[in-house]
Nanobody, 127 residues
Framework: QVRLVESGGGLVQAGGSLSLSCEAS????????MGWFRQAPGKEREFVAA??????YYADSVQGRFTISRDNAKNTVYLQVNNLKPEDTAVYSC??????????????????????WGQGTQVTVSS
């Protein structure tokens, strides 16, 4: 079992930045594939970013603005979100799985790939 706790959300103006964190417990963190997803009101949950070993993956909508990283010593994955836009407003959740996904890029983008989920942190971007 893996427990995930997100933090760092808040209210920012368009163009602003936030640093989201997700601390994991319950399993060897370094072996986990970690992902960030978001869900806006009235919309389906969507992939934002993932990190598998040193490989990083991003949704097209956030490429160049968001950066995912991890600190295995702190059992934490981060999502630095810059140049925020009103359409980035959503609940951001981190997810984890001990599976490798076969190394395929498409796998880490799928909601069903992940076994554990955090409660989420709200990011609101005002225009």
């Amino acid at each position: 079992q893996v427990r995930l706790v997100e933090s760092g959300g808040g209210l920012v103006q368009a163009g602003g930045s936030l640093s989201l964190s997700c601390e994991a417990s319950g399993r060897t963190f370094s072996s986990l594939v970690m992902g960030w997803f978001r869900q806006a009101p009235g919309k389906e949950r969507e992939f934002v970013a993932a990190i598998r070993m040193s490989a990083k993956y991003y949704a097209d909508s956030v490429q160049g603005r968001f950066t995912i990283s991890r600190d295995n010593a702190k059992n934490t994955v981060y999502l630095q979100v810059n140049n925020l836009k009103p359409e980035d407003t959503a609940v951001y959740s981190c997810a984890a799985t001990p599976r490798s996904g076969g190394g395929y890029d498409s796998t880490v983008r799928q909601i069903g790939f992940y076994d554990y989920w955090g409660q989420g942190t709200q990011v609101t971007v005002s225009s």
